[in-house]
């Protein structure tokens, strides 16, 4: 079919020109009024840097569930019919060992006086207990977070404790508002000294006469020495 000269510009057709223009200017409406909100971070997320995942409090990543697809994994504290959801690796080392040792010197645990992992929706973002997200934390005695909640006793011994974990481990308590339930891994995951703790408490495990369980004397001075001084620094931090 012949094409007059005049409505075509080119060898394209006036009418392919205005139905592409109409297209154009569609395109571009639509993108002035796109919502500026679409990538955005949630009014509540946990402040990370640009391009990282969300963190806990502690700096460790959070997991959205435990044992399917994640670093969290339901983990047996042995010797103590315990189990608890918790970051498999280095920090289960820890935080198993301060279980034991609370169950052994502190006060014998029953199943539901031990929580770990949780999701990050329950929790306050930028406290402490968000650690519990990312399973680097775990509850003992859940509902006994108040201060005042222990005994003299069993403080010393909670004190014993955290001085055996050389500041990598944090208690609740010397937060503010304290919560004498919670104890959680107090270093990022790129410090040394996670994993140097682990290996330590790896080590005594495997050794006869050493590890949790083992009998120890924490009113010792020597003892009482490195845990006052750790108290101290840690109430400071």
Same mark, same amino acid.
């Given at each position: 079919?012949?094409?007059?000269?005049?409505?075509?510009? %080119?060898?394209?057709?006036?009418?392919?020109?205005?139905? =592409? $223009?109409?297209? +154009?200017?569609?395109? @571009?409406? /639509?993108?002035?009024?796109?919502?500026?909100?679409?990538?955005?971070?949630?009014?509540?997320?946990?402040?990370?840097?640009?391009?990282?995942?969300?963190?806990?409090?502690?700096?460790?990543?959070?997991?959205?569930?435990?044992?399917?697809?994640?670093?969290?994994?339901?983990?047996?504290?042995?010797?103590?019919?315990?189990?608890?959801?918790?970051?498999?690796?280095?920090?289960?080392?820890?935080?198993?060992?301060?279980?034991?040792?609370?169950?052994?010197?502190?006060?014998?645990?029953?199943?539901?006086?031990?929580?770990?992992?949780?999701?990050?929706?329950?929790?306050?973002? %930028?406290?402490?207990?968000?650690?519990?997200?990312?399973? =680097? $934390?775990?509850? +003992?005695?859940?509902? @006994?977070? /108040?201060?005042?909640?222990?005994?003299?006793?069993?403080?010393?011994?909670?004190?014993?404790?955290?001085?055996?974990?050389?500041?990598?481990?944090?208690?609740?308590?010397?937060?503010?508002?304290?919560?004498?339930?919670?104890?959680?891994?107090?270093?990022?995951?790129?410090?040394?000294?996670?994993?140097?703790?682990?290996?330590?408490?790896?080590?005594?495990?495997?050794?006869?006469?050493?590890?949790?369980?083992?009998?120890?004397?924490?009113?010792?001075?020597?003892?009482?020495?490195?845990?006052?001084?750790?108290?101290?620094?840690?109430?400071?931090?």
């Amino acid at each position: 079919m012949h094409t007059d000269r005049r409505d075509s510009v %080119n060898g394209i057709s006036r009418r392919t020109l205005v139905r =592409t $223009a109409g297209v +154009i200017t569609a395109a @571009a409406a /639509a993108g002035s009024v796109a919502p500026v909100t679409a990538t955005a971070a949630p009014a509540h997320a946990p402040v990370t840097a640009a391009g990282k995942a969300p963190t806990s409090a502690n700096g460790w990543p959070l997991e959205k569930q435990a044992n399917h697809v994640s670093t969290v994994w339901t983990r047996p504290v042995s010797g103590t019919g315990l189990e608890v959801d918790v970051r498999i690796g280095d920090v289960e080392a820890i935080l198993l060992h301060v279980v034991r040792r609370y169950h052994y010197e502190v006060e014998q645990l029953p199943r539901v006086d031990l929580a770990g992992w949780q999701p990050i929706g329950g929790l306050k973002k %930028n406290e402490p207990e968000s650690n519990l997200a990312s399973g =680097t $934390a775990v509850r +003992i005695r859940p509902g @006994a977070g /108040a201060s005042g909640s222990l005994f003299p006793l069993q403080v010393l011994t909670v004190r014993d404790i955290l001085a055996d974990c050389d500041g990598v481990v944090r208690w609740g308590g010397d937060d503010d508002p304290a919560d004498e339930s919670l104890f959680y891994i107090d270093r990022g995951p790129d410090d040394a000294s996670v994993r140097e703790l682990a290996d330590r408490l790896r080590l005594a495990e495997a050794t006869p006469g050493e590890g949790a369980g083992v009998t120890v004397d924490v009113l010792a001075p020597s003892r009482r020495d490195r845990a006052k001084r750790l108290a101290r620094e840690q109430r400071a931090g």
